[in-house]
């Protein structure tokens, strides 16, 4: 992950890839990058875009890649791999992309885009998933299973153990209000509006093999309305 300083035009390496002191898990292909402040801190997540397994990308013995999700606390100003604070990760082969919170850090969105065709069912799909429970106030959104496909991101729980992950969205769901509507594969780039009425959001979101973008009306409580 690159730094770059807007006043004085210069750049530095901000965290290199590499092997976790544990030696359980290695940190490459970083992508999508987000910042979210919660309980006074402001933190960097990261989400991993794999393509492969050599120059060690994955531990030694990995026969398929995981993409994962990290924190690192920004008011650290060289961080090391182990200022890294694993997340979570998605299911085999998929990448994990489009991180994006809520503007109150509440609720993080993320896609699982092109999972590995050999999972077993469900786990081969792509999908949008919202994760709540931060120890910050939740406001009025009352967060649930919406997608009839598990949320795709399995949480480090043993860091985020008040972390709950729930099924936006996917390739398998349809919208009663809108039968002919099918969410695309490869879900990638994503963003969250607010809309004029103050209760619905809209979600846009990239379909990066599809060539496509979806645009979802969610209700007060995130679920799917047209």
Known sequence: VLELDLKSLTCRPYIN?????????????????????????EYLVINEDLNGLSQNRMPAGATATVCEIYYVDLSI??????????????????????????PDGSTYFVNNQHPSGSNAAPWNNSGTIAIT?????QGNVIAQQHSVTPPLVKIN????????????????DYLPSNPE????????????????????????????????VSRIVLDENLKPMS
Do not use: C, R
Request: proline share 4%.
């Open 77 to 102: 100003n060289n961080p090391s791999l182990n200022d890294l604070k694993l997340f979570g990760a998605g299911s085999k082969g998929a990448e994990t992309t489009g991180g994006y919170f809520t």
């Open 181 to 212: 509507f099918k969410f695309g594969g490869s879900a990638d780039g994503m963003g969250i509006l607010k809309n004029p009425d103050d209760k619905t959001y809209t979600m846009v979101v990239n379909h990066e093999d599809n060539f496509s």
């Open 133 to 137: 429970g931060f120890t910050i106030p």
């Open 17 to 41: 890839g590499g092997t976790h002191s544990s030696g359980k898990w290695n940190f490459s292909n970083p992508d999508g990058l987000s910042v979210v402040k919660q309980n006074g801190k």
């Open 157 to 172: 729980n043993q860091i985020f153990n008040n972390s709950e992950a729930f099924g936006i969205v996917s390739s398998d």
